[in-house]
């Protein structure tokens, strides 16, 4: 039973290997395990590449199993299709599409595989250019907030510096007047007279304008700290917001790229692994001798071929002798007087109701 399978996977006509010997049977039961054991190949690795992309088991499953009978089709076809000749170099020229075929149809299977085998080795890739794309999108952000920050904080400083320089303006005059009291500066006498009543009352305005400057400026630089962290706070809710794209990075596309940054060598071996087992079919019927399959097959073709060249003979033989058989019927009509009398006749009476209608046609016009 799964001799006949096998057999059936292969391409071969089962009622020709039926009257083959057991070691025939075998050899074709063995290419066509090569093709089912691909197609089941097929099957996990397009499965596993369109989980990534669907994230849902059952879709993967579904399309992994119709891309499986797929190339179990295409394989089965390649192998069917390649007979056995007597020329060498006749079985090369027809194989060598297939081979390019199945060159592709291995990559196509190797490459999902590569990224299930090699998955911790891309995950690390992946983190790795994630965590680039996420200091990038932060600078990136930043450059849209940075420099209105940066002149907020300038006019913070701007104010603050006011504050200071009218309070250094007020505590120099609380010393004049401190001075003038204790006569160490000034007129030098001792005591709060006239003098030292008008710098106070100078510091006393300076210190009022202070305190108001300070109410003003203070609130100012309230409402600039607010601007500052709204700003902070937007710049936080981007980084939020665009995170997320960045974290799902992880498609099809981006695992292939990053297979493609890890060392070739043991991706170009699994590659050529799975090569071997796609064309291990074609190969194995170009290096096998002709077998008693190969014989029968091309017996039962022969036969076909000159059954269908004998009809094609007899019909143009047939053609052939019909025509000649209708130039001599019309050739001989052709001489007989009466029915040349005839056709006049007939030809006359159809040029009288040609000039009957046309005139009855006339005379209605009229």
Known sequence: MLQRFFIFCSGADTQILETCSNGERNKYAGIGAT??????????????????????????IFFGLIWGLLIFNLDRYIVS???????????IGQATPRIILAIIIAVVISKP????????????????????????NKEQLALQYTPTIASLNQ???GLKEEIAAKEAET?????????EAEGTAGTLLLGKGPVYKEKREKHDAYLAELQQLKQTNGEKIAALENQIAALNTDYDTAVKTTQPV?????????????????????????????LAIETAPIIAKLLAPKGEYDYKFEEQESVVATWVTQKVKQR?????????????VYAD????EELYNYKKRKAEELLKLQADSFHDLQVKNL
């Open 35 to 60: 093709v089912f054991f691909t197609a089941v190949m097929a099957f996990i690795a397009s499965g596993y590449a369109l989980y990534t992309v669907f994230d849902n088991i059952f879709s993967a």
């Open 81 to 91: 299709t390649l007979k056995k000749r007597d020329n060498k170099w006749s079985e």
């Open 113 to 136: 595989l590569e990224m299930k085998i090699f998955e911790k080795e891309i995950n690390q890739v992946l983190l790795e250019e994630k965590n680039a794309m996420t200091l990038a």
């Open 155 to 157: 006019d913070i400083a």
């Open 171 to 179: 505590n120099a005059l609380y010393d004049t007047y401190i001075s």
């Open 246 to 274: 960045i974290d799902g990075f992880d498609g099809l596309m981006a695992r292939i790229n990053a297979l493609g940054k890890l060392p070739w060598f043991p991706s170009f071996f699994i590659f050529l692994l799975f």
């Open 316 to 328: 143009k033989m047939v053609l052939s002798t019909d025509i000649t058989l209708n130039d001599k």
């Open 333 to 336: 009509i052709k001489s007989e």
